[in-house]
């Protein structure tokens, strides 16, 4: 799907699959950034040539065909939901109707915003075919479901203390180092020694462990690097924070949610940490910018969206 670089060849190349047969083409275009939309265009003209479809026959499939490469991972993912309803339709059979009774039935086991996130991306896609392509005559409706209003859970300084009491050393640890850092779950379980700069005390994350996908150079606090240095770095496997030797999967089993209970706090994920260390750092006085940058977010929206204003003091927080 779309143009691509073969390893024996400088040029760029496309493939596709049609009824079966699939093509594959040399474009002749040196293989550089400034050809690649030319190289598309060759390709999208060829997928026209061979299918000869009316844009009364066009379906979803052409549809994803078509517009695939031109979304990042988060929409392609949403996109091969999306098939789960579509798939074999053709475009004027997507109707309002159909799309509502998707809706709902997707919204059976999810919350409004991961259903409205999804649905999206159906609605740019549908935007594509009917103002770019001129694949569909009508633009059908998609709803929007009524998403509740954003509640992050905060620990109070007193909550904080009663949690770590609670915890075994190996999640207290980890509990500990994500208040101090405001890294996602997944971000500190994958942490690996190579990772550590030691001379300028930072900690180098490749752009797969981080949801944005950049790299982050984060700058760690002398109690972050304590934890660190407590950690145990023996053993196969590289990560930083493993339970007797080998990596964590779940931080949040049995264990975590004893540890809640022991220490009567309710509604708390282990997401709200990194909550919870982006309001402190702004009730501190760190500007929106510095959080954002910190906290690896790529706009000013989600810090806001993240931190819930409360007075806070800080002064009694380890680390701080």
């Known amino acids: 799907m779309g143009v691509y670089k073969r390893k024996d060849s400088s040029y760029w190349w496309y493939n596709l699959s049609v009824k079966g047969k699939r093509y594959q083409i040399s474009t002749k275009l040196k293989y550089t950034r400034d050809n690649k ?93 009917y ?73 180098n994350i490749p752009a797969k462990l981080m949801k944005n996908g950049q790299p982050h150079s984060l700058p760690l606090k002398v109690k972050a690097w304590q934890i660190i240095n407590q950690q145990d770095c023996k053993g196969i496997y590289p990560q930083i924070f493993k339970y007797e030797g080998r990596p964590i999967k779940n931080p949040t089993a049995s264990a975590w949610r004893s540890a809640l209970q022991k220490s009567g706090i309710t509604n708390f994920r282990f997401h709200d940490l990194r909550h919870t260390w982006s309001t402190r750092m702004i009730e501190s006085g760190a500007s929106i910018d510095t959080v954002s940058y910190l906290g690896g977010w790529s706009n000013h929206q989600m810090v806001s969206r993240y931190s819930k204003q409360r007075q806070i003091d800080v002064s009694g927080i380890e680390g701080y």
Do not use: C
Request: aromatic share 10%; charged share 35%; hydrophobic share 35%.
């Open 37 to 129: 939309k030319h190289a598309e265009k060759m390709y999208y003209e060829h997928y026209d040539r061979i299918t000869r479809l009316g844009h009364e026959e066009r379906t979803w499939e052409d549809l994803i065909s078509r517009l695939y490469q031109q979304y990042g991972k988060e929409d392609q993912n949403n996109l091969t939901k999306l098939s789960e309803f579509f798939a074999e339709k053709k475009l004027h059979e997507i109707t309002r109707d159909l799309i509502s009774g998707a809706i709902d039935f997707y919204a059976l086991k999810r919350k409004a915003s991961t259903v409205n996130r999804v649905f999206n991306s159906l609605r740019s896609a549908l935007n594509k075919a």
């Open 131 to 203: 103002k770019e392509l001129g694949w569909i005559t009508t633009l059908p409706y998609v709803k929007k479901l009524k998403e509740e209003q954003f509640m992050a859970k905060i620990l109070s300084i007193e909550e904080e203390k009663r949690l770590l009491a609670a915890l075994p050393d190996y999640l207290k640890a980890i509990v500990r180092f994500t208040l101090l850092t405001g890294l996602r779950k997944s971000t500190v379980l994958n942490i690996t020694w190579d990772m550590l700069d030691r001379e300028n005390k930072k900690i």
